[in-house]
């Protein structure tokens, strides 16, 4: 089992950043990935931007070059550095992990933090 909790959510003006941590704790062993997602109200939770456990990266287009997904393997935390914030990034941000449990593949997810972005 995994547990992830998310912090530093909050209220910013447009052009602004922010960065979002996500400490992991229990079976660190069994993660693969770990990654950002957000749910905006009324729309579907997407991926923001993901890490593999070879530090590789994927990021949505809408973020790109503005948002930077890094970890910190001595602290289990993954973070998410938010530079020029627009109103549309809006949204609860969700940390997730992928972990394999005898033989499955297992996805966490954080309780979320909201991240509001004002105009």
């Known amino acids: 089992q995994v547990q992830l909790v998310e912090s530093g959510g909050g209220l910013v003006q447009a052009g602004g950043s922010l960065r979002l941590s996500c400490a992991a704790s229990?079976?660190?062993?069994?993660?693969?990935?770990r990654a950002w997602y957000r749910q905006a109200p009324g729309k579907q939770r997407e991926l923001v931007a993901q890490?593999?456990?070879?530090?590789?990266?994927n990021y949505a287009d809408s973020v790109k070059g503005r948002f930077t997904i890094s970890k910190d393997n001595a602290k289990n935390t993954v973070y998410l550095l938010m530079n020029s914030l627009k109103p549309e990034d809006t949204a609860v941000y969700y940390c997730?992990?992928?972990?394999?449990?005898?033989?499955?593949?297992?996805?966490?997810w954080g309780q979320g933090t909201q991240v509001t972005v004002s105009s």
């Open positions: 229990g079976v660190i062993a069994s993660i693969t990935s």
């Open positions: 890490i593999t456990s070879g530090s590789s990266t």
């Open positions: 997730g992990a992928a972990g394999l449990v005898a033989g499955k593949l297992v996805y966490y």
